[in-house]
């Protein structure tokens, strides 16, 4: 029964995540499997992943072959490394003690780049937040101009209109004093 390391796939459309199985490669893509050793999300930033270590070194030394997408994420677990240097202790090139350093100071190397990645993009996340929030105080302030200077046009012709309806009644009341005065002396006389 020849076993693989393969993808199955769940969720809703344009919006997949995996189960990253084993199982006899006659069966059907999201059937039957032997394990499950993990899930693996591409919609994050960085994708997600999931993995049973030991359990996935396991199956590869039992001879499961991976699929082409497994054994990237495989390799970027570590499990193929693992799995090399295994090998290589196994065959005498150096011992187990070796290979265990060697594999430490590969992951923390690997550890080191992901983080910095992780790191790069709440960066940029954060610079793109901060030019956004700039923008739109921006456009805040160029509204409130806008505004105080609709504003202050309304006060202006508002009070142009109230001086020419003062200065309208103005002449009206000296005509109208005047008028009493005429009738005044007219009264007198």
């Known amino acids: 029964m020849p076993v693989k390391i393969r993808l199955a796939r769940h969720g ?19 059937g039957r499997y032997i394990e499950r050793i ?11 992943i999931e993995l049973d270590f030991d359990k996935a070194l396991d199956w590869l030394q039992k001879g499961a072959q991976p699929t082409d997408t497994a054994r990237a994420i495989l ?5 193929l490394m693992k799995k090399h240097l295994l090998e290589g202790a196994k065959k005498g090139a150096f011992d187990e003690a070796e290979a265990e350093k060697r594999f430490e100071a590969w992951m923390a190397e690997k550890e080191s780049k992901i983080q910095a990645k992780v790191t790069r993009l709440a960066a940029e ?14 456009v805040n302030e160029a ?30 009341e000296a005509e109208e004093t005047a008028a009493d005065n005429s009738t005044e002396e007219n009264t007198e006389a």
């Open 75 to 79: 390799s970027y677990r570590g499990v």
């Open 12 to 30: 809703r459309k344009r919006h997949a995540y995996y189960h990253i199985v084993v199982a006899n490669s006659r069966a059907p893509r999201d």
């Open 143 to 172: 509204r409130a101009a806008e505004i105080a200077k609709r504003n202050a046009d309304l006060a202006a012709k508002a009070e142009a209109a109230n001086t020419e309806e003062t200065a309208e009644e103005a002449p009206e």
């Open 125 to 138: 996340s954060d610079e793109v937040y901060k030019a956004r929030l700039e923008a739109e105080a921006k």
């Open 38 to 48: 993990g899930s693996y999300n591409p919609n994050t930033n960085p994708a997600t």
